[in-house]
Nanobody
Framework: EVQLVESGGGLVQAGGSLRLSCVAS????????IGWFRQAPGKEREFAAHITSYGLSSYADSVKGRFTISRDNGKKTVYLQMNNLKPEDTAVYYC??????????WGQGTQVTVSS
């Protein structure tokens, strides 16, 4: 069974930093790309960052230069380092994997709140 468990969220002041973690199980972690998405209150879930199985990363324009995605295959974990946080980064953050049948799997999410 595919499982993704996010952690590391919290309350931080604008300009601060947080590091989110996503621990995966139930699939061959090394073979899959992992994404981070976020959903703010009253808004649709949106893409934030993505890392391929080879370690190539991509970012939404809104987080580029402030967020860094990385992965540790030995720990089956993907990280999202978030620096210079802004109030508009407030959201529930989810990690995602899509399998070979294009089925999407999501974690339970972790809340990030940035105060101004």
């Amino acid at each position: 069974e595919v499982q993704l468990v996010e952690s590391g969220g919290g309350l931080v002041q604008a300009g601060g930093s947080l590091r989110l973690s996503c621990v995966a199980s139930g699939f061959t972690f090394d073979d899959y790309a992992i994404g981070w998405f976020r959903q703010a209150p009253g808004k649709e879930r949106e893409f934030a960052a993505h890392i391929t199985s080879y370690g190539l990363s991509s970012y939404a324009d809104s987080v580029k230069g402030r967020f860094t995605i990385s992965r540790d295959n030995g720990k089956k974990t993907v990280y999202l380092q978030m620096n210079n946080l802004k109030p508009e980064d407030t959201a529930v953050y989810y990690c995602n994997v899509r399998d070979r049948t294009y089925t999407n799997y999501w974690g339970q999410g972790t809340q990030v709140t940035v105060s101004s």
